[in-house]
């Protein structure tokens, strides 16, 4: 991104919007862990980096000590005033209003509903492989992986499909654009909430079978979610379910081309997907998430304060050598596994069975329709950094 | 053998029903439960202690017997 001066110490001025932390951040967070556990930047006005699985799963289940009431480090603290519900609903309320807020969207979610969303899904990324037949060279980030959340989330949701580049749009500027000037990035979330407010004006007034007349007619506490709460969580639905499962499909196929070895296993033995698939989640988790202080205190031996960020590295959790056995090795096989993926206790991630779900059903289709593939060009592979970490650029050789 | 899934500590990630829908099973929010009270066959033993290495919350107690 480059808008910050490049990175020379990562334990007293780290940026997790470097192009190091992009590129490769595992011997970053491992050398912390082992030097630095929590360390300290005065980079956005002051944010803590834990590296310990110990720390981070403390940090998630202390709602206490800890608010959500930012989950995405920049220069900007949202005022107190957007509490209980906060900026987008879930993710960044704390309890008690937090558990209503989440119960809404749960039985949207569950495996149930998600399983009734999965013939959809195969058939979309059938057409997306055929389209990509015949080629030398394929992005499976770009050409591939980019599209499927995107579809699902707006069959669900019920917005028109061929609006799907500029959701992209608007969830590139959210989570990429923490570097950009306050007033670019305003200027992209006004731009997102006007356009969220003509399509759910739509449905109020023509109600149809979808999540936003859904979400409509729901209520919390006996009284129907307000305009501004409906409108928030469909946001965070955008924001929250598109780039992070881009990332997780495109970093599996990233590991599957540079790793002949677990491709050709799954091809030969489809049902070890699943397992497979919990072991580039981990090896791979593509969140990170973060918290604000909620009061000057000690933790970990850190003297935090008040409205300080601490970011929560799941993807650094998931390779704490404390936490998991050979923790940077990527085990296909690998039976334990408790990782983090979709983070710890309250929040845990709402979309997790329909993320698996997209996930599993992508990889499938991609390898039964291309057993063979490989890098093209390591260099070429580009990572976002920040904290969705995945291949936006992966050119793959097919043959 | 028995398993029982703590309502106070799941968060509803799913990995127990994914791995073992012999023994558990999920609501209509996602959260697992014990199928029926509980009772693990010898032959679904091991699939209970993958379950319950799985629980990335720790919901899931084994009583062994
Ligand atoms: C592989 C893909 C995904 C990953 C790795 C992921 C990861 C996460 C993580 C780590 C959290 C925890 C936030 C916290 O602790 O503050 C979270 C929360 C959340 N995620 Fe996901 N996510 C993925 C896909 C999705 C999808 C597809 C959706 C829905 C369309 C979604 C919706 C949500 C929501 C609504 C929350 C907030 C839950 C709450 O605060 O109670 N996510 N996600
Ligand atoms: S794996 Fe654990 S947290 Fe997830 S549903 Fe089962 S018991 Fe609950």
């Known amino acids: 991104m480059g808008l910050h001066e490049p990175v020379e110490d990562w334990a007293s001025d780290f940026d997790h919007t470097d192009d190091a932390w992009a590129a490769d951040p595992f011997p970053i967070w491992n050398e912390l862990r082992q030097t630095c556990p929590v360390a300290h930047s005065d980079r956005y006005r002051g944010v803590w980096l834990p590296t310990r699985h110990e720390d981070i799963s403390a940090i998630a289940y202390d709602t206490e000590r800890f608010t959500s009431r930012s989950v995405v480090v920049s220069e900007f603290r949202p005022p107190h005033e957007m509490a209980p519900a906060g900026v987008a609903p879930p993710i960044s309320s704390d309890p008690p209003f937090h558990k209503g807020a989440r119960r809404v969207l749960l039985p949207a979610f569950s495996p149930q509903a998600v399983d009734r969303l999965e013939p959809s899904t195969r058939a979309y990324c059938e057409e997306l492989v055929d389209g990509l037949r015949g080629h030398d060279v394929v992005d499976a980030a770009e050409g591939y992986a980019q599209h499927i959340p995107v579809r699902v989330i707006a069959h669900m949701l019920g917005l028109p499909e061929a609006d799907a580049d500029r959701f992209r749009g608007f969830v590139n500027h959210v989570l990429e654009g923490v570097a950009l000037p306050m007033e670019e990035r305003a200027a992209g979330m006004l731009e997102l909430f006007e356009y969220l407010k003509a399509q759910i004006d739509d449905h109020v007034a023509h109600p149809r079978d979808d999540l936003i007349s859904y979400l409509l007619d729901a209520e919390l506490d006996g009284e129907k979610l307000d305009f501004f709460h409906v409108g928030r969580t469909i946001a965070l639905l955008l924001i929250a379910g598109i780039d992070t499962t881009w990332s997780a499909v495109g970093a599996s196929l990233w590991h599957l081309a540079g790793h002949p070895a677990d491709r050709e296993r799954l091809v030969a033995e489809p049902e070890l997907l699943p397992t497979a698939m919990e072991e580039l989640l981990r090896a791979y988790a593509p969140v990170t998430m973060a918290r604000l202080v909620r009061e000057d205190m000690d933790f970990a031996g850190c003297p935090m304060k008040a409205d300080d960020f601490v970011l929560l590295p799941f993807p650094a959790a998931n390779r704490d050598p404390d936490a998991f056995d050979r923790a940077d090795e990527v085990l296909i096989d690998r039976e334990v596994n408790r990782h983090a993926a979709f983070g710890l206790g309250i929040h845990r991630c709402a979309g997790s069975h329909l993320a698996r779900m997209e996930m599993r059903v992508a990889l499938e289709v991609w390898l039964e329709a291309f057993p063979t593939f490989h890098l093209a060009d390591p260099a070429a592979v580009r990572w976002s950094g920040g904290q969705v970490r995945g291949p936006r650029t992966l050119p793959l050789r097919m043959s | ?65």
């Open chain 2, 1 to 65: 053998m028995r398993v029982h899934v703590d309502q106070e500590i799941c968060e509803g990630h799913g990995r127990c029903y994914a791995i073992a829908p012999e023994l558990f099973e999920p609501d209509e929010i996602g959260n697992g439960h014990e199928v029926g009270d509980g009772t693990v066959t010898p032959e679904l033993e091991r699939k209970a202690r993958l379950a319950v290495g799985n629980c990335p919350e720790r919901a899931i107690t084994v009583e062994e017997g």
